[in-house]
């Protein structure tokens, strides 16, 4: 399920002006709980450098401010209006020394090590060089470093399973593409969640990728999964 780079780009930006509106109801605000959850996986230190891949409208750097106002959090995506959005929500928390940045995962711009924590909330699953994005994360953290990641999962109970996957199929596309005025983007919404890797499955990959110490947290039900890694 790889969309090439251009038309996620285009995708993401034409659904940038509802996207946080359609998040919180689809998901009953747990969107919002599930990135506090990213934040209590930062590690110690008051003055992090935080890089917040497809950062989209900036919610995850917006929480990470909020939690660690001496933090210094740069947000990076493909899609140009998301970012704009981002720096519109972020301008009044400031971050010194942070910002918003046109970057694609597969090749950062940024030397090794240069931060301490990178984050991803809802964007590996749609990186067009999964391998490659991993990797990256990997050679951008310092030694020590902690990447957090969220993503969509599928419950592993099977009747619970059963039931979310006809809300996702059916409903969700259909209530998502009249909100958002954007159909086609949200039935590639649960078609790539149901093609992505997750559980252990993605965990092999961050291992690939040169992780350690990882660890996968199912929230609500194994609806979205939160993993951790760390360079040795
Ligand atoms: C579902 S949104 C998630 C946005 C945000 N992280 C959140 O929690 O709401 C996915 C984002 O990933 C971005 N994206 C997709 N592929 C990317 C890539 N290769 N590099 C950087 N960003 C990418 C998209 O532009 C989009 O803004």
Redesign the pocket.
């Known amino acids: 399920m790889n969309k090439d780079?251009d038309h996620?780009?285009y995708?993401?930006?034409a659904i940038?002006f509802r996207?946080?509106f359609v998040?919180r109801a689809l998901s009953l605000r747990r969107?919002v709980a599930w990135?506090k959850a990213m934040v209590t996986a930062l590690p110690e230190g008051r003055d992090l450098r935080v890089l917040?891949?497809?950062?989209?409208?900036?919610?995850?750097t917006l929480a990470i401010r909020k939690a660690r106002p001496c933090a210094r959090v740069i947000g990076?995506?493909?899609?140009r209006e998301?970012l704009r959005l981002s720096q519109k929500k972020n301008a009044p928390s400031g971050s010194p020394g942070g910002g918003v940045v046109q970057?694609?995962?597969?090749v950062l711009c940024w030397r090794e090590s240069a931060f301490d924590v990178v984050t991803?909330?809802?964007?590996v699953?749609?990186?067009?060089?999964l391998d490659a994005?991993l990797r990256e994360m990997h050679r951008v953290l310092r030694p020590g470093g902690t990447a957090i990641i969220?993503e969509f999962s599928l419950p592993a109970n099977g009747m619970l399973r059963a039931a979310y996957l006809l809300y996702f199929r059916h409903l969700l596309p259909r209530i998502a593409g009249l909100l958002s005025r954007q159909p086609d983007a949200y039935r590639y919404l649960n078609r790539s969640v149901e093609a992505f890797p997750y559980g252990q499955d993605f965990c092999d990959l961050l291992r690939a990728a040169g992780f350690e110490n990882i660890a996968a947290r199912p929230l609500t039900l194994g609806i979205a999964t939160l993993y951790t890694g760390r360079k040795g």
């Not at 699953?125 to 060089?129: D, G, H, I, P």
């Open positions: 780079r996620i780009r995708m993401f930006d940038a996207y946080d998040n969107d990135r917040d891949l497809a950062t989209g409208t900036g919610d995850v990076a995506d493909v899609a998301m970057a694609d995962a597969a991803v909330a809802f964007g699953r749609n990186f067009t060089e994005g969220l």
